[in-house]
C-alpha cells in the first residue's frame, strides 16, 4: 500500500469511494440526492493524493493547498480501519505547512475519534449547511 498523487484514470474509482464512503457514513442525512459527479464538483482545484493497494485506488485525501486545509478524507468502507486513513493524513501533513486544518461534522464520531487518535485537536465548533461541525487543527 502506498500513497501518491492522483491520475485522471483514478476518477472512476474515486466516484465511487466518494458515494459509497459518504452514503455508509452519513446515516443521519438523506443521502439520495449524492451522485457520483458529486466527487468531481467538491474537489474541484483541489491536490489530491490518493491510497494504491496494488494497482487498486482504495481511498483519497484532497487539500485546498492556500489555506493548508484537508477538504476530504474518504477510504473505501471495505479497507477501513487498516491504517489507510492514517497513511493518507500523515502524508497531507507531510507536504502542508502547519497548522494544518480541517472540518469535522460533530455526529460523524469515527472520524472525529480517528482525528484525536492522530493529534488534532478541536479548536471551535461551528455550523454549517451539511450541519454542525468542529474546526480541528494540526500543529
Known amino acids: 500500500m502506498h500513497v501518491r498523487y492522483f491520475k485522471e484514470e483514478d ?9 459509497v464512503s459518504r452514503k455508509q457514513t452519513f446515516n443521519w442525512f438523506d443521502t ?9 464538483r467538491d474537489t474541484e482545484g483541489e491536490k489530491i ?14 487539500l485546498w ?27 497531507a501533513v507531510t507536504m502542508l505547512h502547519k497548522p494544518v486544518t480541517l472540518k469535522c461534522l460533530t455526529r460523524n464520531e469515527n472520524a472525529l475519534a480517528f482525528y484525536r487518535s492522530q493529534g488534532w485537536q478541536i479548536q471551535e465548533r ?14
Open 11 to 19: 476518477c472512476h474509482s474515486l466516484r465511487d469511494i466518494y458515494l
Open 32 to 40: 439520495s440526492g449524492y451522485s457520483l459527479d458529486d466527487f468531481d
Open 49 to 62: 493524493l490518493v491510497a494504491d493497494y496494488e494497482g487498486a485506488v482504495i481511498g483519497f485525501i484532497s
Open 65 to 91: 493547498l492556500p489555506d493548508n486545509f484537508i477538504h476530504h478524507l474518504f477510504v473505501h468502507p471495505a479497507y477501513s480501519k487498516k491504517g489507510v486513513g492514517k497513511m493518507l493524513l500523515n502524508a
Open 126 to 139: 461551528g455550523e454549517g449547511k451539511p450541519g454542525d461541525y468542529f474546526l480541528m487543527s494540526y500543529i
